[in-house]
Antibody, heavy 122, light 110 residues
Framework: QLQLQESGPGLLKPSETLSLTCNVS??????????WGWIRQPPGKGLEWIGS???????FYKSSLKSRVIISADTSRNEFSLRLSSVTATDTAVYYC??????????????WGQGTMVTVSS | NFMLTQPHSVSESPGKTVTISCTRS????????VQWYQQRPGRAPIIVIF?????PSGVPDRFSGSIDRSSNSASLTISGLRTEDEADYYC?????????FGGGTKLTVL
């Protein structure tokens, strides 16, 4: 059964770098049939796509976050990671990792992790 | 980049039908598939419609999706409303380099 699990620190200070990892079980991030993405949701607000990575290592980022975001993948561990630099309180959110389909359910995030809350506070 | 605009909230009575719209600001709605997600409090979103109008297995046929080229919008319709349908609903689409979510619609089943 495909599962995604986020992990990483839950509390950061302003100006620090957020680092989260998504471990994938039940599918290979190298399969070439999916993108792997990060989405966040500030408390009480809507979903915001952060970026995605493909099996080739190609990445796509939301334009407003592009200067601070790096998404990378470790195929040996079957996991992908998010780094968001220079965080502020506005980066406080639940962060989800998710699989985005390229074939069948084209374009859809069909499997999501449970989400991890990240708080930025001094 | 484009935006997807949804009504902030809708409400309807049990047994009735409700439609939630999702309007694309630029580009053609039909050029990229639209998905719809349901999110209950404290839970991750789950997909209820993919590729404009397809239902994943396990999603009841009370849920349906459509697109309207004339208004450049997509719609999610839920018929025979049940109290368990009360949730936030998000549309989502994409282009070659970007993924966009709508702002979300809170559905209240009175």
């Amino acid at each position: 059964q495909l599962q995604l699990q986020e992990s990483g620190p839950g509390l950061l200070k302003p100006s620090e770098t957020l680092s989260l990892t998504c471990n994938v079980s039940g599918d290979s991030i190298n399969s070439g049939t999916n993108y792997w993405g990060w989405i966040r949701q500030p408390p009480g607000k809507g979903l915001e796509w952060i970026g995605s990575i493909y099996s080739t290592g190609t990445t796509f980022y939301k334009s407003s976050l592009k200067s601070r975001v790096i998404i990378s993948a470790d195929t040996s561990r079957n996991e992908f990671s998010l780094r968001l630099s220079s965080v502020t309180a506005t980066d406080t959110a639940v962060y989800y990792c998710a699989r985005r389909r390229l074939t069948s359910l084209v374009g859809a995030f069909d499997i999501w992790g449970q989400g991890t809350m990240v708080t930025v506070s001094s | 980049n484009f935006m997807l605009t949804q009504p902030h909230s809708v409400s309807e009575s049990p047994g009735k039908t409700v439609t939630i719209s999702c309007t694309r600001s630029s580009g053609i709605i039909a050029s990229n598939y639209v998905q719809w997600y349901q999110q209950r409090p404290g839970r991750a979103p789950i997909i209820v419609i993919f590729e404009d109008k397809q239902r994943p297995s396990g999603v009841p046929d009370r849920f349906s999706g459509s697109i309207d080229r004339s208004s450049n919008s997509a719609s999610l319709t839920i018929s025979g409303l049940r109290t368990e349908d009360e949730a936030d609903y998000y549309c989502q689409s994409y282009d070659a380099t970007t993924v966009v979510f709508g702002g979300g619609t809170k559905l209240t089943v009175l």
